[in-house]
Every structure is written in structure tokens, then in C-alpha cells.
């Protein structure tokens, strides 16, 4: 009996690989034959991290190393021009050479249906003209998808073109929001992402003068915030007490005050800020734009923090017994 065969091509993100995956796996152990699609770029990364057997598979589950037309070499891609280019569908013409070839290959099945990341809507093209069904698989979360619906929105509402972004000065929290920005300077938002002096000067020291530089509508601005530890690693329970006590807010408003002056900048429309820094929320309320506080943790994390009142509730707090307090790196 022919096996179906399901032809499997992420977005070559990490985040967008890795949940198709899994999707992959979860077909394969039900009895597809998997063609898993993966560009150049990425297909270098498996190779130099992994050997020259990296990208076998096994004899129904392959890796296909796929051209897409979009080659920085051995350097890290920009992520802005890469999306740009997959929703022009540059990579159609060598995805289409690709399927071409599987086609008319005798060693693999024919390919029954295609499963596409949600945005790679060329393989739609190509699905249709091989009569298959394609399916489009949305990789990030329900609420990454919520937001993604109602970008429009925000548009007829006038919070776009401009967001002040204020995150959490924690890797932890600046990954997060850094994404957002990305993902909101794509739809046309001009971008002022703020950070405090001690981040900016990691930025500065370890990437050179220029770290801070960004793009004419996406701006990173180093404001400080009242809680300096000069060069030394901060104490997080010391900088998260400052946080909550609003200690950065004379600063921030200060810099929202010069930033709302500035004839370079459009007009601030709205803020978006880390659960964590409701300071922003009264510059907001201020200056009369909306604020929207984004929590970086995941889901569990923050069902963790809705309930710490029922532990303390319930006497499991505080905790009995010695405490050590230790530094975080």
C-alpha cells in the first residue's frame, strides 16, 4: 500500500520550524511519508552543527534542502527583508523546481497534500496546480494569533503608525518585546523601543558604537531610569522593589516629553509596555494614547503570579524555614 506523502515547508524561523516539526513527527508515526522542506540557510546550520549526516532522516521522513532565492551567505538574515521577500513569494520559482523534481522521482510517493507555514502562502500556488490539498498551519500561540486579527484595528483606530515600546530591562522580557517590535514594525509601525542606561550600555560594549543605531522608523533610545548600578550586575530584587515604587517614572516622562517635541518623530498614537512597568501607563494617561501591557511570561507563569494571593491565603506563605537569598546572572 503507497504511503501518503505530506510535504511539510516551515517558515525558516527557529520558532516556525520547530512546531512543524512536531506536526511532522505526530503525521509520520501516523503513517505519512514526510517531505520536510528547509532552505539553504538553514540546512548549512544543520550541517555545521550536527555533521555531514545531519539531514538523512530516515527512509520515509527526508529533509529536502530547498533554495529559496533569498541567500545572505553565511551571515546571520534580516529578518525584516527576509519576510518582506516571502510574502512577494520570491521563493516560488525554486519551490516549484523542487516539487517538479520530487515528482518525478520514482522513489518517493506521490505527493498527496501540503502543509505550509501560515506565512508562506506560495505553496498555496503550487498545491492547486498539483490538485492536493494545502493546509496553512499557524505556528505561533492562539494569543500571538488574536493579535495577528486585530492589527487591523488598531489601524482604523489611529494607534498606529507610532509604539512606544518599554519592556522589562530583563533578557527575559526584552526577547519578547523585541519580537513584538519586529512584528509590528512589519505592519508599518514606526518603533521606538526604549531601554534603560545599564542595557544600553551591554548593547554599546558588546556590539560596538553603533548597536544602538536601528533603522529610520525603528529607533532603540536609552533613557534612564533611576536605578543604576553602574557597571555591576543589578540585584533583581532591589531593581524590581525600584520598579514597583514607579522610580523611573520622572525619567521616562521626561523622555516621553521630548520625544512628543521632536519634529523628526511622528506623533506618539500609543504605548505598549511590560506587565511589570505600569509607570508607562500614567505618561500614557498623560499624554492622552492608549497603553497596552504585554506579559512576556508564558501562560503557566502568569497562572502562577494569579495565584500567589491563594498561597499566602492558605499560610504556604511565607515560606517556613531559612531562606537564601542568592544573586541572579
Sequence with gaps: MVKPHALIVPHPGQGHTNPMLKVAKILHQKGFYITFVVNEYVS????????PNALDGLPDFKFAPVPDGIDFGDGVPDTVFFCDQLMK?????????????LRSSPEVPPITCILCDGHMTYPLDVAEELGVPCALFWTPSACGFLCYCYFRNLVEQGIVPLKVIVPHPAQGHINPMLKV??????????????????????YLKSRGPNALAG?????FAAVPDGVDFG?????????????????????????????????????????????????????????????????????????????FHKLVEQGILPLKGKLIRARFS
Excluded at 513569494?89 to 523534481?101: G, Q, S
Excluded at 517590535?181 to 551591554?202: C, D, M, P, S
Excluded at 500614567?282 to 508564558?298: D, Q, R, Y
Design 44 to 51: 548549512r546550520l544543520f550541517l555545521k552543527a550536527r555533521g
Design 89 to 101: 513569494d520570491v521563493p516560488l520559482p525554486f519551490f516549484k523546481k523542487f516539487v517538479d523534481e
Design 181 to 202: 517590535a519586529k512584528l509590528l514594525h512589519q505592519k508599518g509601525f514606526y518603533i521606538t523601543f526604549v531601554v534603560n542606561e545599564y542595557v544600553g550600555r551591554l
Design 215 to 219: 533603522l529610520p522608523d525603528f529607533k
Design 231 to 307: 557597571d555591576g550586575l543589578p540585584d533583581p530584587i532591589v531593581h524590581c522593589d525600584q520598579l514597583m515604587k514607579d522610580v523611573p517614572y520622572p525619567f521616562f516622562k521626561k523622555f516621553v516629553d521630548e520625544l512628543g517635541s521632536s519634529p523628526d518623530v511622528p506623533p506618539i498614537t500609543c504605548v505598549v509596555c511590560d506587565g511589570n512597568m505600569t509607570f508607562a501607563l500614567k505618561a500614557a494617561e498623560e499624554i492622552g494614547v492608549p497603553c497596552a501591557l504585554f506579559w512576556t511570561p508564558s501562560a503557566c507563569g502568569f497562572l502562577c503570579y494569579s495565584y
